[in-house]
């Protein structure tokens, strides 16, 4: 089985981001989901460090001047991440340092109400070894073959899934597609 799986990574077609022509854009875009988290620096050795996001944007913010001229304290920090994209599809780090301590963090299977991230990679027998290997991962699924029916229900879209927890509990499933991704033509 491992040979398998790894001459289906080795003759892996790219699968790269492309927007949607023109004649069928719609008036809205996804722009960005930003997740809460305990510790950012913890997430961005994930997000930018294994996963290989790029940051956009990482500052502290609610700081200043009170009206008396005295200096206040940050109250957060928000780092975005992009990954091949320069406007959607950007994933937002989010830590509030007034919080109250946040509930332990529960890793279960995923449940309506719940998010689930996918993040495709073209080099995951490389890169899943740096995700396993960040502070706070959980490991749900070491990568495996999956194949999941066409659009049209006529063939097959051949993915390498795994899945993990991150630090903070989301349930993130990271990828390598084999074929055709769904919404796009064969070439």
């Known amino acids: ?70 200096e206040r304290p940050p109250t957060s920090r928000l780092a975005l991440l992009r990954a091949n994209d320069t406007f959607v599809g950007v994933i937002g780090l989010f830590h509030r340092y007034t919080d109250p301590e946040p509930p332990p963090v529960e890793n279960r299977r995923p449940v309506a109400g719940d998010v689930i991230i996918v993040i495709n990679a073209t080099d995951l027998d490389e890169r899943f070894e740096k995700v396993r290997n960040s502070p706070g991962v959980t490991v749900h699924t070491e990568p495996e073959l999956r194949v999941y029916p066409t659009p049209d229900g006529k063939g097959e879209i051949q993915v390498m899934f795994s899945a993990i927890f991150d630090p903070d509990g989301f349930f993130i499933e990271v990828n390598q597609i084999l074929g055709t991704p769904a919404g796009q033509q064969a070439d």
């Open 1 to 70: 089985m491992a040979v398998l799986i790894a001459a289906l990574l080795a003759f892996a077609s790219a699968v790269a981001a492309a927007p949607v022509p023109e004649e069928e854009r719609g008036p809205v875009d996804v722009r960005r989901t930003t997740l809460l988290v305990r510790d950012i620096d913890q997430s961005l050795a994930l997000y930018r460090d294994a996963l290989g996001l790029t940051v956009i944007y990482d500052q502290e913010l609610g700081g200043g001047v009170d009206e008396d001229g005295n």
